[in-house]
T-cell receptor, first 111, second 110 residues
Framework: DTAVSQTPKYLVTQMGNDKSIKCEQN?????MYWYKQDSKKFLKIMFS???????INETVPNRFSPKSPDKAHLNLHINSLELGDSAVYFC??????????FGSGTRLTVV | GENVEQHPSTLSVQEGDSAVIKCTYS??????FPWYKQELGKGPQLIID?????GEKKDQRIAVTLNKTAKHFSLHITETQPEDSAVYFC?????????FGTGTSLTVIP
């Protein structure tokens, strides 16, 4: 079983559209994250949720909204997509600072 | 917050040679330093980590060293193989949050 799974793996969409990326972890971890990886491979944290509560919200446009229905799921909804949103988005989970596990990524391309 | 710097950004070595990647951090409270390997099209995967009460840790061909006084830590890969080719990231924690280095693209030439 995949520990951290995110869907879809690829997402191609037009500017101005709204899209969602889903993430689920079966590790029993209490914290989940969303990271953005740009074309230069730089990993930047976007959000962190602990037991369904937002604990980190880095400087991210408010077009990005995370939603955590339970501690095993953290979804990312993006409104009014822009060209600059094109990147690979990674979900991750951890138990405290330990056992940080990443999903396989969602490659978002905005055209 | 934490600032993690990583060098070099690219590294090419001949198969069988050693590779060393270095990172520095700024937050003296950081106490956990993992290293991740990211293969093409995949998410980063933890390969080794070290906690601040340890100076060195080894796992087969991979070792990590930590100098808390100087605030730097390094990844050493010996007897490199083509399958070691990937992007490697160091990270340091501030509480439960990790800050990642900018990555090193390692190429092992057969």
């Amino acid at each position: 079983d995949t520990a951290v799974s995110q869907t879809p793996k690829y997402l191609v969409t037009q500017m101005g559209n709204d899209k969602s990326i889903k993430c689920e972890q079966n590790l029993g971890h209490d914290t989940m994250y969303w990271y953005k990886q740009d074309s230069k491979k730089f990993l930047k944290i976007m959000f962190s949720y602990n037991n369904k509560e937002l604990i980190i919200n880095e400087t991210v446009p408010n077009r990005f909204s995370p939603k955590s229905p339970d501690k095993a799921h953290l979804n990312l909804h993006i409104n009014s997509l822009e060209l600059g949103d094109s990147a690979v988005y990674f979900c991750a989970s951890s138990q405290g600072p330990w056992g940080y596990t990443f999903g396989s990524g969602t490659r978002l391309t905005v055209v | 917050g934490e600032n993690v710097e990583q060098h070099p950004s690219t590294l090419s070595v001949q198969e069988g040679d050693s590779a060393v990647i270095k990172c520095t951090y700024s937050d003296s409270a950081s106490n956990y330093f993992p290293w991740y390997k990211q293969e093409l099209g995949k998410g980063p995967q933890l390969i080794i980590d070290i906690r601040s009460n340890v100076g060195e840790k080894k796992d087969q061909r991979i070792a990590v060293t930590l100098n808390k006084t100087a605030k730097h830590f390094s990844l050493h890969i010996t007897e490199t193989q083509p399958e070691d080719s990937a992007v490697y990231f160091c990270a340091a924690n501030t509480g439960n949050q990790f800050y990642f280095g900018t990555g090193t693209s390692l190429t092992v030439i057969p």
